[in-house]
């Protein structure tokens, strides 16, 4: 029989081995040996195809996805328009450095994020290679653009783990402990987080702005920045009004509003953009994970004032914007169109929520079912309580990788579950999996 790559593999959950198998056991032994352990690994197994909605591990278990990789295969593994495109770029050229001699496929890629990003205003872009590499150049961008210093960031944020970006992030494990000491003028305020502050958006809005007012001074802010639903630290939604009231104090407060869409962009949501559904156009975005189909890939885009004031040669990287990455973005972005699979981020969402809605009628520990689009989360507490569950998410993602379902938690208190999968999943293997998540649930809320 011919292998099946990519979408072409079947759709459809087999557990043929033990989890982990004999080969899976293997790598781990031999990573074991030879890669620092420092790394953490959220299912036992290792990949060795995907497509579609599926991962087929080395042992030939097939299992539903889940996790796209953290949001980044939203068009899935190995989409054939990426595919073609990487193919046709990684024989023609691979590299130069845009700062030495540019290249077409970049200067593409920033098109297109001007013209997809909200707000139909004129923009500028720059690539990178990761997100964390975006958030800094976005901080660069605001303190070039503003001649301020100061950077405010929001509790449960998540802007990821280099020097700077790690004092950006709220959570100390696993992501900050004992990497001290961190960048200063970074201020953290609290955010809206319906179920725990009760507050509606204006009112978390003036909380988190009278505290940046009376503890930083508003003048000396350079940039604002939020994911407008919080990724890493639960999927939180904020209340209606919040972001756009956030928006309102930066522009009156000439603040760089950057709205981080690492996580959200590219169709998660059910929109382009998460900011699209409170109509809040940010100064700048930041945007990788989703962009480029799996390929290394990230940008900074913004107003042409803010983006075009920092001096020349004072942005860049060896890699960021590589040509081979350019021409995946090219690719996945081209799929996304095509296919309109933020519509299909919709549907997703609803099928997650007609099971989880279920569900809640059947157990206790659900505090709240919440998200966005195909970015849905379920959040656990102690019966009655906002009491964290904290044990409980990662006992159900273990359960469920036995059964062949890859499972993600989150949250800053490690209550959460969060549900990513590929945008290109089909129903049928989306409501497998949501049936096997479910009883896991009921199973291990005892
Ligand atoms: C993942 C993530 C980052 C960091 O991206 P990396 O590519 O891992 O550096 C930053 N912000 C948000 C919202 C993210 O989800």
Redesign the pocket.
């Known amino acids: 029989m011919e292998e099946a790559f990519g979408p072409a593999l079947p759709q459809v959950r087999k557990v043929v081995t033990e989890i982990p198998g004999p080969k899976s056991r293997a790598l781990a032994e031999r990573r074991a040996a030879a890669v620092s352990a420092a790394l953490g690994a959220a299912v036992p197994i290792y990949a060795d195809r995907a497509g579609g909605g599926v991962v087929i591990d080395v042992d030939g278990n097939s299992f539903i996805d889940m996790a796209a990789g953290?949001?980044v295969t939203n068009v899935g593994n190995c989409a054939p328009l990426v595919a073609e495109r990487v193919t046709e770029q990684v024989h023609r050229l691979t590299h130069t450095c845009f700062m030495v001699a540019g290249y077409e496929p970049y200067i593409a890629v920033c098109e297109k994020l001007n013209e997809l990003t909200p707000g139909d205003h004129e923009k500028r872009s720059a690539l990178f290679n990761?997100?964390?590499?975006a958030?800094e150049n976005a901080i660069k961008v605001a303190r070039a653009f503003t001649g301020r210093h100061a950077v405010v960031v929001f509790e449960h944020a998540?802007?990821?783990?280099t020097n700077l970006?790690m004092g950006m992030t709220a959570k100390n494990m696993p992501y900050k402990e004992s990497f001290g000491p961190f960048a200063p003028e970074v201020y953290r305020v609290p955010t809206s987080y319906p179920l725990r502050d009760g507050l509606t958006g204006a009112e978390a809005a003036e909380r988190s702005l009278k505290r940046v007012e009376f503890e930083v001074g508003a003048h000396n802010v350079a940039a604002l920045m939020i994911?407008p639903v919080k990724?890493?630290g639960g999927f939180i939604v904020p209340a209606d009004g919040f972001l756009p009231a956030l928006q309102e104090w930066c522009t009156a407060n000439g603040v760089v509003f950057v709205a981080?869409e690492?996580?959200?962009g590219f169709g998660r949501t059910g929109k382009w953009f998460a900011c699209e559904h409170e109509g809040v156009v940010p100064d700048v975005i930041?945007t990788?994970?989703g962009i480029a189909g799996g390929f290394p890939l990230?940008a900074v885009t913004g107003r042409p004032d803010i983006m075009d004031a920092v001096h020349v040669g004072g942005l860049g990287g060896t890699y960021g914007g590589n040509p081979v990455a350019c021409a995946a973005a090219l690719g996945a972005i081209q799929t996304m169109q095509d296919e309109d699979l933020a519509a299909r981020a919709v549907r997703i969402g609803e099928i997650i929520g007609q099971k989880l809605a279920d569900l809640q009628g059947k157990t206790d520990v659900i505090a709240e079912v919440r998200g966005r689009g195909a970015m849905m989360a379920i959040e656990f507490t102690e019966p009655g309580t906002l009491t964290p569950k904290t044990d409980l998410p990662k006992a159900v993602a273990a359960a469920c990788a036995q059964q062949g379902v890859m499972i993600l938690t989150a949250g800053t208190y490690g209550n959460v579950i969060r549900l990513l999968p590929p945008l290109v999943i089909g129903d049928d293997l989306l409501g497998e999996a949501m049936d096997i998540l479910c009883e896991a649930i009921l199973a291990e809320a005892g």
């Open positions: 953290i949001a990761s997100g964390a590499e958030v998540y802007h990821g783990r970006t994911e990724g890493e981080d690492i996580q959200t930041t990788a994970k990230a």
